[in-house]
């Protein structure tokens, strides 16, 4: 490689340096306000931003066949070998009860949503007696919760602020989507796996080729008057709404965790998100 190429090549790489700092910073600066409501110090995020880096480089930087060391993270994350070893030997922090849960409820809404039985006429949501062998909030556990209690089901929706009770026993669903207006574990859990996804498909779009990327779009504009925000708003939670309802319908057809679906091998995991997001343009 000639003197010309290699000076290219490292003034490409500071460029890449320079923009992921910056991109790193923007990221951040949301996520350590959230951090920082809750009490979260920088020496805990130090920790786990520590963890993060040894789990990556075991995971996907290992080099085949060999067995990934304490010396060989150290080398290229950068961090102290005491560090390291201490970091390896120590448990992570583990949301799967909360994620499970999730889950499970997120199931049993998306089976009210989408299975007839469970519908009007207008393929809205039905309110359903609380018992009963079909078309009750009963048998809608049973056909979705995978096991869960009904009990257990119908306190967590209410917790969630998700579904009514009414004294008559009939329960009533608050949102087609499954969106906790109270739970702020379920919340907080959201920050770590839509964000997550978020990331995982820039990733995978720096790095794939254009026939292979996926989809990845936003529409921004930074000079709006703020009297036709919440118009604007509104008009996007309608269209977004649609999309992911038709989307969700689709998809289910084929979701061997909640039906008979078509034969097939492998299982894959597949995420279509959509968020708004509004604040203050500052003054330039």
Do not use: C
Not at 99 to 120: L, M, P, Y
Not at 171 to 180: E, K
């Amino acid at each position: 490689m000639s003197g010309r190429a290699i000076s290219m090549s490292a003034e490409k790489n500071r460029a890449a340096e320079k923009a992921l700092a910056a991109a790193l910073q923007r990221l951040l600066t949301p996520i350590v306000r959230i951090l920082l409501r809750y009490g979260i110090s920088y020496k805990t995020f130090s920790d786990i931003a520590k963890r993060v880096f040894i789990a990556v480089v075991r995971e996907d930087f290992a080099l085949p066949g060999r067995k990934t060391t304490v010396s060989r993270v150290s080398v290229v994350t950068g961090l102290a070998r005491r560090d390291v070893s201490r970091l390896m030997s120590e448990d992570s922090p583990d949301d799967s009860p909360i994620r499970e849960r999730h889950n499970r409820i997120r199931r049993v809404t998306a089976g009210w949503s989408n299975d007839k039985t469970f519908q009007q006429k207008n393929g809205k949501p039905r309110t359903l007696p609380l018992e009963g062998n079909t078309g009750s909030f009963t048998a809608l556990v049973r056909t979705y919760g995978n096991d869960v209690p009904v009990r257990a089901a119908l306190d967590e929706l209410i917790r969630l602020g998700v579904v009514d009770h009414s004294r008559d026993d009939r329960v009533r669903l608050l949102a087609q989507a499954y969106i906790p207006a109270k739970g702020e574990l379920e919340k907080i859990e959201m920050l770590g796996s839509d964000v997550a996804d978020l990331a995982a498909a820039i990733d995978h779009n720096l790095q794939a080729p254009p026939e292979d990327a996926t989809f990845q779009r936003k529409v921004i504009y930074d000079d709006l008057p703020e009297r036709v925000i919440d118009q604007l708003r509104s008009a996007a939670n309608e269209k977004a709404q649609s999309v992911l309802e038709q989307m969700d319908r689709r998809m289910r057809r084929y979701d061997r965790s909640t039906r008979v679906a078509p034969n097939g091998s492998g299982r894959k995991r597949l995420v279509l998100g959509v968020y708004v997001h509004e604040e203050d343009t500052p003054d330039e």
